[in-house]
């Protein structure tokens, strides 16, 4: 009788956590319509237990969300995420998005600038070129956060 009251309550405690955990794990993503790569790396985020919202704007209106956001002009790329009060700029591997929300930095967000191949959405990783991820501090500074070695 215990390991089935047990059972029962870890399956409760499970279903009950399931809602927070998709809610936290959330991310909308802004982007100009028929843009490939960001469609790639929205796959990659949902590969790596994120659930990525897609919305389509048009690009100036999608320049200035980044100038209003905080995004130094040096650290723009593609697309434009929002998850938990973070910034998300450009081809960000999913590591370093938990890595951001587990340490919970004061920072607008993470960067990688541009569109390095082999970065996420840019092609297959085994051909990937060097590329840091950067994090933007909350005076729009910034500083390497991780790097990725060629291979």
């Known amino acids: 009788m215990k390991s089935y009251l047990l059972a029962i309550t870890l399956a409760l405690g499970a279903l009950t956590a399931a ?22 790396w929205m796959e990659h985020l949902a590969e790596n237990g994120f659930t990525p919202n897609g919305e389509d704007i048009n690009g100036g209106l999608l320049a200035r ?3 209003d956001s905080g995004v130094p002009l040096r650290m723009t790329s ?7 009060g973070y910034i998300i700029e450009g081809h960000v591997p ?4 938990r890595r951001l929300l587990e340490d919970r930095p004061d920072a607008i967000g ?8 082999g970065s996420p959405g840019m092609g297959p990783e085994e051909d990937r070129e060097a590329y840091d991820v950067f994090l933007i501090t909350a005076d729009g500074s910034t500083e390497v956060f991780s ?4 291979n």
């Open 94 to 97: 999913a590591a370093d998005i």
């Open 19 to 40: 809602p927070a955990f998709a809610e936290a794990n959330t991310i909308d993503v802004k982007k100009t319509n028929g843009c490939g790569c960001c469609l790639s």
């Open 110 to 117: 993470l960067a990688v600038p541009g569109m390095p191949f």
């Open 65 to 67: 969300l980044k100038i």
């Open 147 to 150: 790097t990725y070695a060629e």
């Open 78 to 84: 593609c697309h434009t995420a929002f998850i938990d």
